[in-house]
């Protein structure tokens, strides 16, 4: 069974930094994707980063040049890299998995099957 279980969400003034970790356990597959979506009250998850078991990535574009995704293969721990943080970044973060996955011309993509928690981002201004 895949678990995700994230961590790093607090609080920040506008303009500062933030770094998401998602610990990632159970993915058996040889090819997978993880990623980070963010909600916010009333409206559907949307993807923000992705990345897959060669590395391949896609952002989101409100976040290109800020956010950065990456993961330590070694132990399993996705990461989430947020630096200028907007008011507009405030929302609850979530990590997914999906395994038999491959990112293709770095595509967002929707269908994800396993969900962490999710941990919350404020962003003051």
């Known amino acids: 069974q895949v678990q995700l279980a994230e961590k790093g969400g607090g609080s920040v003034e506008a303009g500062g930094s933030l770094r998401l970790s998602c610990a990632a356990s159970g993915i058996t597959s040889s090819t997978y994707c993880l990623a980070w979506f963010s909600q916010t009250p009333g409206k559907e998850r949307e993807g923000i980063a992705q990345?897959?078991?060669?590395?391949?990535?896609a952002l989101a574009e409100s976040v290109k040049g800020r956010f950065t995704i990456s993961r330590d293969s070694a132990k399993n721990i996705l990461y989430l890299q947020m630096n200028n943080l907007k008011v507009d970044d405030t929302a609850m973060y979530y990590c997914?998995?999906?395994?038999?996955?491959?990112?293709?011309?770095?595509?967002?993509?929707?269908?994800?099957?396993?969900w962490g928690q999710g941990t919350q981002v404020t962003v003051s201004s």
């Open positions: 990345i897959d078991h060669e590395d391949n990535t």
């Open positions: 997914a998995a999906e395994p038999w996955c491959r990112l293709l011309r770095s595509v967002l993509r929707v269908d994800f099957s396993y």
